[in-house]
């Protein structure tokens, strides 16, 4: 298979996102970040803690899917996982490293995933239950596909955090 030019590209693209995301995050002061964005709603750190916790979690998947161990993972309750590990109490500029460096990797292992374990049809899945934008139970997913989801909602939490696009 030839090199998936449009996949590196998104990879480009999620690093550079990172990378502006990284000085906005920075410049923020830990009161600001750890205010809710909304009454009843996560603060900005809480955001973040949630994106570390997604990177976790699909670390794992994106591994373990190229190992050959199926394509059906455990999900994860993203309010419990937040208020248990109390993001709002980690100290922020930690936070927003911790963030910036998992992602990095996520990037690196998305760099150097092959052609063929991004397009090999993986059958059953659960993406219909784990996915940010679910797929079709009855339809074999793909890894890039997958990843691909995981750079949409890391987006989308940026874009809730107030990081501009
Ligand atoms: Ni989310």
């Known amino acids: 298979m030839t090199p998936d030019g449009s996949f590196q590209a998104l990879v480009d693209s999620f690093e550079r996102r990172l990378h502006d995301a990284t000085a906005a995050l920075e410049a923020l002061d830990a009161r600001a970040a750890r205010a809710p964005l909304a009454p009843g709603k996560w603060s900005r750190a809480e955001v973040v803690g949630h994106l570390v916790d997604s990177a976790s979690n699909n670390h794992q998947r994106f591994v373990r899917a190229q190992l050959g161990q199926p394509f059906v993972f455990p999900t994860y309750d ?3 996982w937040v208020a248990l590990q109390r993001w709002n109490e980690a100290p922020w500029p930690q936070l ?4 910036v460096r998992f992602n990095s990797e996520l990037a ?3 760099r150097r995933t092959s052609p063929q374990q991004l397009r090999q049809p993986r059958f059953p899945h659960n993406l219909h239950q784990i996915a940010f934008k679910p797929w079709p139970e009855r339809e ?3 890894l890039e596909w997958f990843m691909r989801d995981y750079v949409e909602h890391f987006e989308h939490h940026l ?3 107030g990081v501009p696009d």
């Open 108 to 110: 690196r292992l998305m």
């Open 96 to 99: 927003v490293e911790l963030l």
């Open 78 to 80: 993203q309010d419990a």
């Open 140 to 142: 074999p997913a793909t």
């Open 159 to 161: 874009r809730q955090a």
